[in-house]
């Protein structure tokens, strides 16, 4: 999610500090909020953009670069 859209500019650290990587449905506390792979990531994040009235097209243009994000990169 763009930070700009996100109703609390960010995720948290452990420390309480706001995370500028990721945004507060991913990312609480120092730890994130979804176990699976990337690819059942994209798949979430597409269903709830579906169900929030995106088009199937626009939602899967916008979770098509997840795979670039730190989290995955290990």
Known sequence: MPMHKDPLHGGSESNGR????????CYQNGTFTFN????EFQEFCRT???AQGHSAILSWLFTRGMRR?????T
């Open 36 to 39: 699976g792979t990337v690819l």
């Open 18 to 25: 706001k995370s500028v990587l990721y945004c507060s449905y």
């Open 69 to 73: 994000l730190q989290r995955w990169k």
């Open 48 to 50: 709830k953009m579906r």
